[in-house]
């Protein structure tokens, strides 16, 4: 069930390769909660038009994780530091000349409130 959606700024120069990026994310929280691999959905989006702070041009780069509930918030703490300092590191090139805002949200999702087929 978790899903990693990485969105970011369309000025971002040359973002890095998204495999490798996403298998260090996945294989950390794997690590940590103990998620089934072969669960996991991830995608990248590439966002034509933002604006952040009002400032239209201003760079980001932003994680969503979303899980079913179940665990502590410290460990949901834990999972959501490590990943934006996972993020810092693969972005690290692209942020170095310009500011650019990286974050991440760790979401429950009801169990009620997930629907899938297949």
């Given at each position: 069930m978790?899903h990693?959606?990485?969105e970011?700024?369309?000025d971002l120069?040359?973002p890095?390769?998204?495999?490798?990026?996403?298998?260090?994310?996945?294989?950390y929280?794997?690590?940590?909660?103990?998620?089934?691999?072969?669960?996991?959905?991830?995608?990248?989006?590439?966002n034509?038009?933002?604006?952040?702070?009002?400032?239209?041009?201003?760079?980001?780069?932003?994680l969503?994780l979303?899980?079913?509930?179940?665990?502590?918030?410290?460990?949901?703490?834990?999972?959501g530091?490590?990943?934006?300092?996972?993020?810092?590191?693969?972005?690290?090139?692209?942020?170095?000349?310009?500011?650019c805002?990286?974050s991440?949200?760790v979401?429950?999702i009801?169990r009620?409130?997930?629907?899938?087929?297949?």
């Amino acid at each position: 069930m978790p899903h990693l959606i990485l969105e970011h700024s369309n000025d971002l120069a040359d973002p890095p390769d998204p495999a490798p990026l996403f298998a260090e994310l996945q294989q950390y929280a794997i690590d940590l909660v103990g998620f089934d691999p072969t669960l996991f959905k991830c995608r990248r989006l590439r966002n034509d038009y933002s604006s952040s702070g009002g400032q239209p041009t201003h760079r980001f780069v932003s994680l969503q994780l979303s899980i079913l509930p179940g665990r502590d918030s410290e460990l949901i703490q834990r999972l959501g530091q490590s990943l934006v300092a996972i993020l810092h590191r693969h972005y690290q090139t692209q942020t170095r000349e310009h500011p650019c805002d990286i974050s991440v949200e760790v979401r429950e999702i009801s169990r009620t409130h997930y629907f899938k087929a297949g």
